[in-house]
């Protein structure tokens, strides 16, 4: 199978070329004194190229102008300068200075179009982001104490100490890139964010191991928010009002309904209310239907009459009276005893009492 050269290999394999062009030059032009200080400084130059990795939403471009940049810059400072005392000056200022920079213009362009902070892998790259600033960190305090080190004529064992810490920094600097992995999480929970960002989008390339986990966590989130909220209640409830409340892709809630009830999400919503409506009569037989219609979250009798057909295979009048069969109406209560008081006999006066 034919394999092409892709921009991303370059950029993973020139800071090693580099590293090892660098030690090459070492040891052609320079003599073994001070070898380890050089060592680190070149071990920091190549750090600092592998910081310059494009990320998920970044473009190769940028990364591939500062890759070249950097490159010939350290090249040339090991040709002219790398054998005299301007060695560390020559490498570990311009690294430092480069990475503040770099780390100035990343954030710019983070937060250029805000539009960006709230796609929906948002979360994926925020994770690499955040990982990219804890390396640089961590890269831009070496090369401070590798100047202060420098500058202090320090031995040959702070030197093989900081050697050791670039080395190992470079090596998790090489998996991130080469991986795509972030290396300050675990990967359990990068493979959850990336799970839940792909079902946000609604891929169509997922494993069907991993669609079935996104789809069975999807339909319980679903079953909890009806019987908790109750939603299908409100006439005007929809499935994009759902994604909404649930943060999860439309597509996913439909094929979640549909694999666990072969319903879709108008006939899902429509069940619910069926159901709720049956435990309104259990619980009132009296109801009328429309007053039942109404409590269920219908729009009219009529629909109503023609799920619960579809669903309970009979029409609500004769499941309510069947259930009134069962439960009659009680009594109305006895009227409590009033005492109704005649008014009394009342005499008139004669007319002779009248004259009188």
């Not at 928010?225 to 996913?252: C, G, H, Q, S």
Request: hydrophobic content about 45%.
């Amino acid at each position: 199978m034919k394999k092409y050269i892709t921009v991303h290999f370059v950029l993973r394999i020139v800071p090693l070329a580099l590293l090892a062009l660098l030690l090459v030059l070492d040891v052609l032009f320079c003599d073994a004194e001070d070898r380890m200080a050089r060592l680190c400084n070149y071990l920091a130059s190549a750090s600092v190229l592998y910081l310059t990795y494009p990320l998920t939403r970044e473009e190769t471009s940028k990364a591939a102008w500062c890759s070249a940049f950097l490159s010939g810059y350290y090249v040339l400072a090991a040709l002219t300068g790398a054998g005299t005392d301007l060695s560390g000056t020559l490498f570990l200022l311009p690294s430092a200075v480069f990475l503040l920079f770099f780390i100035v213009v990343i954030m710019r362009d983070k937060y250029k179009e805000p539009a960006s902070l709230f796609r929906k892998d948002a979360a994926w790259c925020c994770a690499e982001e955040d990982s990219r600033l804890v390396y640089a960190m961590v890269l831009m305090t070496a090369l401070i104490v590798l100047m202060f080190l420098n500058g202090e004529g320090a031995g040959t064992a702070p030197y093989f100490i900081m050697s050791l810490l670039l080395f190992m920094l470079g090596i998790q600097l090489y998996r991130r890139a080469y991986t795509g992995r972030t290396i300050m999480i675990s990967h359990k929970k990068e493979r959850k964010i990336q799970t839940i960002v792909m079902s946000c989008k609604g891929s169509s390339d997922i494993l069907p191991e991993v669609e079935s986990s996104i789809l069975t966590k999807a339909f319980r989130r679903i079953e909890q928010f009806m019987r908790d909220r109750k939603p299908y209640l409100d006439d005007r409830f929809t499935l994009e009002k759902m994604a909404d409340i649930l943060r999860l892709n439309k597509v996913y809630i439909s094929r979640a309904i549909n694999k666990f009830t072969d319903k879709n999400f108008r006939q899902y919503i429509n069940w619910h209310r069926i159901l709720y409506s049956v435990e309104l009569m259990k619980e009132d037989p009296w109801l009328k239907i429309i007053e039942i219609a109404f409590m269920s979250g219908f729009h009219s009798q009529v629909t109503y009459n023609m799920a619960f057909k579809m669903f309970m295979d009979e029409n609500p009048s004769d499941m309510l009276l069947r259930l009134r069969l069962k439960n009659p109406r009680p009594d109305p209560p006895a009227p409590s005893s009033l005492v109704v008081k005649l008014p009394q006999k009342i005499t008139l006066p004669s007319s002779q009492d009248v004259r009188n």
